[in-house]
């Protein structure tokens, strides 16, 4: 990859207690590894950030790639006065890449002046806040982020977790059948119909359809939390 090649960058990994061959990979392509505690999404992003030495960090999850594309066109950016670009990102479900329905060209700020930005915590989906101005890359990221059915749901089980604790701290609570039944269902609609979702097959309809269940876990799982508070004082 030109971004590392001839010495010219680095890959930084911060690893929290893999027990695959992620180490051992990682290092057989020159990569500085750090293995430290889980700290949360942002705290973590933000640890890989600081370790790095060059000017600007590309920050990328482990199911994420660069197009050959998109490597060139960020080698010809780095001499930007900006402080960050948002990269656009193909998403694939069961491994089909999935055009339609609000997900994609689902833009992501990910590379960025290492001391312009800083990750902060929103859920389980933490995003860099940068202080200057920004632009836009063409090419993509590839993002493998579900081949199986399994992997996604057990994702939107731990996702709605998060994001039911960012619901409560929105001021969501007690249990509504608006947000537990009503939203998932306009949600599915929306997205599958009015953002042509159904035009990505079976695997657009199986992806809306677990997604629609995910916002309705995220609520609910809001009302359990602060039930629980209730009683337990």
Excluded: C
């Excluded at 960058?9 to 750090?34: L, N």
């Excluded at 889980?38 to 030495?53: C, E, L, V, Y």
Aim: charged share 25%; net charge positive; proline share 4%.
């Amino acid at each position: 990859m030109p971004l590392v090649r001839d010495g010219r960058g680095e890959i930084v990994i911060v690893d929290s207690g893999s027990t695959d061959r992620t180490i051992e990979i990682a290092q057989s392509f020159g990569a500085k590894v750090f293995v430290e505690p889980w700290k949360g999404f942002a705290a973590q992003k933000n640890s890989a950030i600081d370790k790095s030495a060059g000017d600007w960090v590309l920050q990328l999850d482990a199911d994420e790639a660069l197009e050959s594309e998109l490597a060139l066109e960020i080698d010809q950016n780095l001499t930007s006065q900006l402080v960050g670009f948002w990269i656009p990102r193909k998403n694939f479900f069961l491994g089909r890449w999935i055009k339609h329905g609000g997900f994609y060209p689902d833009p992501k700020l990910r590379l960025i002046r290492r001391s312009a930005g800083r990750f902060e915590d929103y859920g389980a989906h933490p995003t860099i806040k940068v202080k200057g101005p920004t632009g836009k890359l063409r090419h993509a990221m590839i993002h493998n982020a579900y081949p199986t059915l399994r992997g996604y749901i057990d994702h939107m089980n731990s996702y709605s977790s998060s994001g039911a604790k960012v619901a409560v701290e929105k001021g969501h609570r007690g249990f509504h059948t608006i947000n537990i039944v009503l939203r998932p269902l306009l949600t599915f609609i929306y997205n599958y119909f009015m953002r042509l979702g159904f035009l990505d097959g079976r695997e657009g309809l199986l992806l809306h359809l677990y997604h629609a269940v995910y916002v309705s876990w995220k609520y609910s799982k809001a009302w359990e939390i602060t039930r629980t508070s209730t009683e337990n004082r």
